[in-house]
């Protein structure tokens, strides 16, 4: 037990660590739509986001791999030729776009120093996958379109030649609230096993066995627990044919770790353990802190960014002076800008973020963090929150792109803080829920 | 102009006619409004009528009763060459420190203007701000940066594409956030925007915070008579409805200056009686043209910060350039003030000049002849010791010609707007990225085929927008089937990128321009200019081009 560093009464972790006594550097994997890191320009990530910030970059085929379809030349018959019985032939301008395909797409330049894993999807619309032993239906950006699986190997493989490839997968709606269709769940993994074996051999051929990695899903909580478990053996049973990493879809809950379930068998020599998706902070926080993952992934500095919030809560040694708490100092009334009003201060809400379209950060000059080195608050806080209050008023792209760095610093810096290993993790996630509101 | 329909026709009057008003139930029973109403930022009752003509507004103004505008060049400068020969002006080297003194001749104590080069009409100046900020070198593009920000583009980056100068707009930034706030909380919108860097290795305390870039406000009333839903003008000022609150506020041209000083730009702009130079009205232009130097007086004496804050006169008119014209009373107006505020100087030991002159009432969409007449008008009679800023101008080939006729500075929303809708700028013209012939070929499908038959588009779409150009894109690469399917993903990097590459091209072209100047080889820049804009097709070069170089001593055929 470690004394909670806030009123200093013990408390209890609550977060399983007990699973892998030796820990691993942890990664962020980070889930670029359109195989662009969001917001960043290629300067701009370079300079505040080097590779050796353990930032990793997700690229999904189901948007980074999607190319228009046009019509094909028509043949016409120019006026001179009526005479001459000539027929010439016209190409026909491109006008309308006849249907979409997937197709290799080489990867931005600027994005090669970084380490990849190519996805088929990030996340999936269709509440019922319509798939068969060939192909998978995907929502992409211009609707839903049928990816094979050789396209898929070939697209991922050769075009996008990340650094490792998730087998294309049919997650038979795992992230549906209702209990899978045992029939549709066999299929699904049939299917699934049928995939990897496929791409298996793509790889053998390049001889790039070690770039596989392959799915494995993690049953929903209101699902029966004798089915998931043998889910989940059917699965480790399978074994990783071989694959070097493994590649979890699904939400991450409690007790998966324990027991006699399928996870604790997955083979020790399978380097990547990747959980693809987190949707909280205290989700990331409890896995990174669990030691089992090495790779976790993570959409939320770019969806906090569209919803205009930034990443406040930091599990520092001593209390921050930006966070609403009620123990902050109060600011000296005769500095410039001295003019936040204490009674009024923003909320965090269950993330831990500070929701910039508040009015409350309309007079304030301070920066989001204070002392924080990210790209917006650097220097002093060159951009402070009242500037970027104003440009969420004003809709303007440019809060989403400071918001967007300081929150993926800020992930990077939890990254970070649990990679040093100065600190016990279960501190780290005690202390940060703590300073939540509602925590559990 | 889109107006909101209203059931009310009185209230129905547009800025070009002034109608006699149909008695609302709370308007005072003179008809005019009381003192505690017109002063500004009160609402007028929700209501107001259009104020009557008075006749004095039509008559001339009694400092330009004595000018004898029969006689040639009456409301122009003190000429030097090219336009008088006999009068040389003074070449000041690229380096040459500025000094904001009272004794200098070409300095005002918050601008400093060195002219380096001159070719022709064309000139290549430099102008220095006593703010540390980075000099401004002419010809010079400005990009707007609406609400503080330049669309997505931070503000190291404004000064790595080599910007040493941006548009802010006071209409919006007096909405949202508020002026008062920015000067009180912040300390002026360089602050707010963080565009200044602080040199924390530098032990010079006083000198360690850097300018990024320096700005200019204009006055706020083009965007309140072209957005506000109705707006009217006064003598008093300008009656508008806001488009958050619904109230109807009044800016006086005091209020615009306390604005402007708020913001605390390095140049702002009076606030003068904007018309659309489409309308007819010439009584309406005539009361806009003398209202415009009463306002102006008006601005003048609310100006609180003269000394580091440079207030640019705007000349109207409407499109006349006749001899005694509505054009050059305004000139004539100004030259009278600029007159007056220089004995004032003697006396005083301070410095009262005119710092520079915009000018305005143009790009609303008159013709293009119409257009250069009235640039080329201006520039003859414009001092050609201060710069001469061009209002609401940013298509490439309207700064190479308006270059040529003898103007410094320029500012429009287009290179930024229309990146937005994934259109680059090159020196041929457009690329419109959206289009499908930029889409990435599709080697899954046999039926794959792009339109290579345009011969005004570099279809090659697998290399970048100009291989020669140094903006974030083209440096990297980026090519324009990439760009297409950033911008067709609505992904915002895909505008950025468009942006950031409009911004440089177009500070590409004043450096290329200047570099001319410098060289003296503007003539053979304008040829390969237009022979590359217009596709090496001498006969698309519009008659008004033409005319319009011919009048700046160019030529512009090529040799092919």
């Known amino acids: ?440 | 102009m889109k107006r909101k329909a209203t059931d009310d026709a009185a209230v129905v009057a547009t800025s070009n006619t002034i109608t006699t008003a149909t008695r609302m139930s709370d308007v005072p029973s003179d008809g005019v409004p009381s003192q505690q109403q017109l002063d500004g930022g009160v609402s007028y009752n929700n209501n107001y009528d259009p104020e009557p003509i008075r006749p004095e507004w039509l008559e001339l103004p009694p400092e330009l009763r004595s000018v004898d505008f029969t006689v040639d060049g009456a409301a122009a400068w003190d000429k030097y060459e090219p336009y008088n020969p006999q009068r040389s002006l003074p070449i000041v080297p690229i380096d040459t420190p500025p000094t904001f003194s009272s004794s200098s001749s070409s300095s005002s104590s918050a601008l400093c203007f060195h002219i380096n080069g001159i070719d022709g009409r064309a000139r290549a100046a430099t102008i220095h701000f006593p703010n540390n900020g980075p000099p401004v070198t002419t010809p010079r593009f400005m990009p707007v940066g609406t609400k503080g920000t330049l669309k997505g583009v931070l503000p190291d980056e404004i000064a790595a594409m080599e910007c040493p100068i941006i548009l802010a707009n006071t209409y919006h930034l007096a909405i949202q956030p508020g002026t008062e706030l920015i000067d009180q909380v912040f300390g002026g919108l360089h602050n707010f925007m963080g565009g200044i860097r602080r040199d924390t290795d530098n032990n010079d305390n006083n000198n360690n915070n850097k300018r990024l870039y320096n700005l200019l406000t204009d006055s706020g009333g083009f965007q309140m008579v072209s957005l506000a839903a109705l707006s009217n003008v006064t003598e008093k000022g300008v009656v508008f409805q806001s488009p958050y609150s619904k109230e109807h506020m009044l800016l006086r041209p005091e209020d615009s200056i306390r604005c402007q000083n708020e913001i605390g730009a390095d140049i702002i702009m009076q606030l003068d009686d904007v018309i659309s130079s489409v309308a007819t009205n010439e009584d309406r232009f005539r009361i806009a043209t003398f209202r415009t130097l009463r306002w102006y007086d008006r601005c003048v004496q609310a100006h609180q910060y003269p000394h580091r804050q440079n207030l640019f006169p705007i000349v109207q008119g409407h499109l006349d350039t006749s001899r005694g014209g509505l054009r050059e009373l305004c000139l004539a107006g100004f030259k009278h003030r600029d007159q007056q505020q220089q004995r004032q100087q003697q006396q005083e030991k301070q410095q009262h000049r005119i710092p520079g002159f915009a000018i305005g009432g143009l790009a609303g969409g008159e013709s293009k002849d119409e257009f250069w007449k009235v640039v080329d008008h201006a520039c003859r009679h414009l001092p050609d010791d201060r710069p001469r800023y061009l209002m609401g101008v940013g298509y490439p080939l309207d700064l190479v010609v308006c270059t040529a006729l003898g103007v410094d500075m320029y500012d429009c929303v287009y290179p930024t707007r229309t990146a937005r809708f994934g259109v680059a700028l090159v020196d041929e013209g457009q690329i419109k990225l959206k289009q499908h012939q930029f889409a990435a070929k599709n080697p899954s499908s046999a039926d794959m085929t792009i339109n290579n038959n345009n011969s005004n588009n570099n279809i090659n779409s697998n290399t970048p927008i100009d291989k020669d150009c140094p903006c974030e894109a083209c440096r990297r690469g980026v090519s324009k089937e990439r760009l297409h399917s950033l911008l067709k993903a609505n992904n915002p990097v895909g505008v950025q990128l468009v942006t950031q590459h409009n911004v440089t091209y177009m500070m590409q072209l004043v450096t290329r321009m200047r570099k001319s100047i410098l060289e003296r080889s503007f003539q053979q820049f304008v040829q390969q200019f237009l022979r590359r804009h217009f596709s090496d097709d001498q006969e698309s070069v519009p008659q008004w081009v033409r005319d319009a170089l011919q009048a700046a001593g160019l030529s512009w055929k090529w040799t092919s």
């Open chain 1, 1 to 440: 037990m470690s004394p909670n560093p806030v009123d200093g009464t013990a408390e209890t972790s609550s977060v399983d660590c007990s699973c892998s006594p030796k820990r691993e550097m942890l990664h962020l994997l980070l889930y670029c739509k359109d195989g662009c890191v969001p917001y960043l320009n290629p300067t701009q990530l370079e300079q505040y986001f080097p590779p050796s910030s353990g930032l990793w970059l997700c690229l999904s085929v189901q948007d980074a791999c999607v190319f228009p379809m046009f019509d094909k030349p028509v043949k016409k018959k120019a006026k001179d030729d009526v005479i001459n019985k000539k027929t010439k032939e016209v190409p026909a301008e491109p006008k309308k776009v006849r249907g979409y395909a997937f197709a290799s797409a080489p990867p931005d330049p600027w994005l090669l120093p970084y380490t990849r894993v190519t996805v088929p999807y990030f996340s999936n619309k269709n509440k019922e996958q319509l798939a068969d032993n060939k192909s998978i239906c995907v929502w992409t950006p211009h609707g839903r379109q049928r990816l094979a699986s050789e396209t898929y190997a070939k697209v991922a493989m050769e075009g996008l030649q990340s650094n490792y490839t998730v087998s294309l997968f049919d997650d038979a709606g795992v992230s549906s609230v209702k209990q899978p269709d045992s029939v549709r769940w066999q299929k699904a993994h049939g299917r699934n096993n049928l995939w990897l074996e496929q791409l298996v051999q793509v790889a053998k051929q390049q001889d790039a066995l070690d770039r596989i990695w392959r799915p494995v899903f993690l049953p929903p909580s209101n699902h029966d627990d004798e089915v998931n478990n043998d889910a989940m053996t059917n699965e480790s049973q399978t074994g990783s044919l071989g694959a070097a990493g493994v590649a979890f879809v699904g939400k991450w809950r409690h007790g998966l770790l324990t027991g006699n379930n399928g996870m604790a068998q997955i083979p020790d020599d399978v380097k990547w353990k990747c959980l693809l998706s987190t949707t909280s902070l205290l989700e990331f926080v409890e896995i990174a802190a669990q030691g089992y993952f090495n790779i976790v992934g993570t959409d939320l500095p770019a969806l906090w960014a569209k919803e205009k919030v930034a990443l406040i809560v930091q599990p520092q040694r001593g209390p921050s002076t930006n966070e609403p708490t009620a123990k902050r100092p109060k600011l000296d009334a005769d500095e410039k800008g001295g003019e936040t009003d204490h009674a009024n201060e923003p909320t965090l809400d269950f993330n831990g973020c500070i929701d910039m379209s508040d009015k409350v950060h309309a007079r304030d000059p301070r920066p989001l963090v204070e002392g924080c080195t990210c790209m917006t608050c650097q220097h002093g806080g060159r951009f402070s929150r009242g500037y970027i209050h104003h440009l969420v008023c004003a809709k303007e792209l440019l809060a989403e792109i400071l918001l967007f760095a300081h929150n993926l610093h800020h992930m990077l810096e939890l990254i970070r803080l649990f990679n040093e290993g100065g600190s016990d993790p279960a501190d780290i996630v005690n202390t940060i829920k703590s300073r939540l509101p509602n925590a559990k």
